[in-house]
């Protein structure tokens, strides 16, 4: 009877758990965010007695192997999915797993319920944000330093900032770059600055500005081209198909301004130079502001599958990943800066945050706005936005003009998400 008693509990010690389940978890990235989400799977899994398989690949390609899986419902328990993904996926909410009906498993308490909403579809959270990441001004110091200038916090030494630049370092050299997406998000930011309002009203899912409130914001970019502020958007054109951080006038501090997400600010900061040095300023505002206007978004969302099997254990996994020790201490700054709070102060108190990045972060999440709705970066949408945009570049079509079609142009373009 003993012997029988002790192969019982032997077995026992050797089962899994009751409620033991296996899990598959995707996601996106590089060899690094690979690597600690990797581990982390397994030492959440072991903690929670659960097994995690991993289906990871580069961003290339990742939206389109996702869309498959979710037609053909073999998708993974586990999701990492992309911010502008969630009115594709899930247009009324129902596409995901409602998070808030384990709440009781993920600690919701540690995000501020703004920060909640940009996990959202239809009131119905969908998403959990990993981090949050929003554009940010960063301007190279020692340029303007070269030029006896401070660094600028307000638009008006930015555009001064232009003849004094010609004069005392030579022609080509810039205090800002705006061009093609950086012109689309300068245009807007003004536009939510004068108006208090995002482009997309979220109760209409149409375009809340006036063609005269858009046109307003365009000619603000027309007046940055005009005093020299910025450069021409077909002499940037002319550099071919580079991202600015690529480009040598960005290198040597020719251009000392730009407006990044907050989360690549060292792919910005590291191709500087010798002795070049990058820093984030408050956001810049319009005279009579009503709002900053900050574009702030979940950099990336948790989701689980409406088709999961076990819910309850995906849950648990990302509470793991998000919230407890174990998860936050592998997968540190992996995700860019954590929005669990708990995880944000765990990390600050060891230290393994870049104190620059850390400030221009502080400068989204701080910084006032209305809500940014996902329908923003919908690729018609940019593309509506883009193109004429550099009509009026080119001097082929009137601030007024552009307004007037972007806006038709972007309501047609979301026509059938209403």
Known sequence: MKKLLMLGVALATLAPAANAANLRMSWWGGDGRHAATQEALKVCGEKHGHTIAAEFTGWAGHQERITT????RTEADIMQINWPWLPLFSRNGDGFV????????IDLTQWSEEALKGGEMNGVLNGMP???TGRVFLFNKTTFEKAGLEVPTTWEEVIAAA?????KLGD??????VVTLNAILVVSLVTTQATGKDMIDPETTTVAWTPEE???GIRFYEHLVETGTIRPWRAAAGEGNVELFEVRTWADGRIAGTYEWDSTYQKYADPLDEGQELVPVPMLTIENAVTQGVYRKPSMLFAISKNSQNPEAAAQIINCLLNEPEGIDILKDSRGIPSSTV???RLMEQEVIDPTLLAANEIVTQGEGPLVSPYNEHPRVRSVFGDNLEGVAYGMLSAEEAAEEIINGVNSALRSFR
């Open 98 to 105: 409602d998070l808030r009906q384990y709440e009781h498993i």
């Open 163 to 167: 003849p004094v630049f010609k004069e």
């Open 69 to 72: 899986q979710i037609a053909g």
């Open 172 to 177: 080509g050299y810039y205090p800002l770059e």
């Open 130 to 132: 990993i981090s949050e």
């Open 214 to 216: 858009l046109a307003e």
């Open 343 to 345: 995880a944000l102060e």
